[in-house]
């Protein structure tokens, strides 16, 4: 897959923007607060049809206007051209693919990315819902029955909870939460069972990875706690549910299932949260995305774009060396603040970012 063009009209700094790529890298350089990142998150809008950064889609309207429209040609690996476009007013939001309306689940998967921010790093930190929401968003890029599966199960959940609710308040009976513990069980099993075969599949390139970015003889492995999807089945699933129940009915929650695993990272069998260095973190969440390539070029037969913001903050000379000569097969759209972070770089495209202008030099 490579992004050919993308056009901005009133988005985040930019009033407008026209920009034609080419296949290897292309950087964008500038002071912080120019515009660079905003550029990153333009063509990850084309991905996701919404935000990596932003929660409310208001907020990227450029100041003093009413809508913003960001546009993509691409190309997959059958020289198909893709052309996606996003419109959003104060009132309204439009996607189309070729023309054609379609919705965000309808996008997710036709332009698939990788990209890496600084807040990235709170993956290894902060709570276990950034690590379950990354591997959502990973697995919604290769499989439409992930999506289908974690939107049916999300509602359920919420309807469950609702339910234990009423139950505690004698407005309704415990039998009823029968319908919701089945479809529970139903989806949460394959997304369990989804998410332990993308680790069983990054167990091998994650510690590969690690070791060439942070050219080091270490091994960082990830593994699930609190909910193995390879041991699960519908009815241990069901079985569970049941056991739990007098909890729940204490406490008024789902305290079982796949909305409690979390995602560990370990280096030599020690905690990368509790004994890793900034350098190390940083060094395993590259090494995390470089899976993500891999995993999801071999499911959708499609080379990942791959966005890198800031990428270089924190990393040493031959770390940033390592992590150079492993972009060189996909097309990559990286900011930096300095030029010389890209002499590594035989091939590439550089822009110079200013006051949300963009120059090529």
């Known amino acids: 897959m490579k992004l050919l063009s993308l056009h901005a009209q009133n988005f985040r700094n930019f009033e407008q923007l026209d920009l034609a790529f080419e296949q290897h890298v292309n950087a964008f350089v500038g ?46 690996s059958q020289t198909e051209r893709l052309k996606i476009e996003i419109a959003v ?19 997710v998967g036709n332009f698939p990315i990788v990209s890496f921010a600084p807040e990235d790093l709170n993956l290894l930190l902060l709570t276990p819902s950034l690590r379950r929401r990354y591997l959502d968003i990973l697995l919604a890029q290769t499989s439409r029955k992930y999506l289908r599966a974690l939107r049916a199960y999300n509602k359920s959940l ?9 139950i505690i ?11 919701w513990d089945h479809e529970l069980a139903m989806n949460g099993t394959l997304i369990g069972q989804m998410r332990a075969e993308f680790l069983a599949f990054a167990a091998k390139p994650l510690t590969e990875n690690f070791e060439r970015i942070a050219n080091a003889p270490k091994q960082l ?5 609190n909910f193995h999807g390879e041991e699960i089945s519908v009815e241990k699933y069901l079985a569970n549910l049941a056991k739990m ?9 789902t305290n079982y299932g796949v909305h409690r695993a979390d995602l560990v990272f370990e280096i030599d069998g020690e905690l990368l949260s509790e004994n890793g260095s900034r350098g190390e973190i940083r060094s395993s969440v590259l090494a995390l995305k470089f899976v993500e390539l891999e995993f999801l070029e071999k499911i959708l037969g499609e080379k990942p774009v791959l966005l890198l913001d800031d990428v270089f903050s924190e990393l040493d000379a031959n770390r940033q060396k390592s992590l150079m000569q492993m972009i060189r097969s996909h097309q ?11 002499d590594v770089l035989t091939e590439k495209t550089v822009w110079q970012i200013e006051n949300g202008a963009a120059r090529k030099i």
């Open 158 to 166: 919420k309807n469950r909870n609702a339910l234990l609710t009423r």
């Open 332 to 342: 990559t759209f990286l900011t930096t603040t300095k030029l010389e972070h890209l």
């Open 245 to 253: 129940r007098a909890k729940d009915l204490r406490f008024g929650v």
């Open 31 to 76: 002071k912080n607060a120019q515009g660079k990142t905003n550029i990153l998150e333009a063509i990850a809008l084309l991905a996701f049809g919404k935000s990596f950064r932003a929660s409310a889609e208001q907020s990227l309207r450029k100041i003093g206007t009413d809508f913003f429209r960001v546009e993509g040609q691409a190309e997959n």
């Open 221 to 225: 492995t990830a593994r699930l706690v």
């Open 169 to 179: 308040e004698n407005l309704a009976q415990a039998d009823e939460l029968e319908f």
């Open 89 to 107: 007013t104060t009132t309204a939001k439009s996607l189309k693919l070729n023309g054609k309306k379609i919705t965000a689940s309808e996008l």
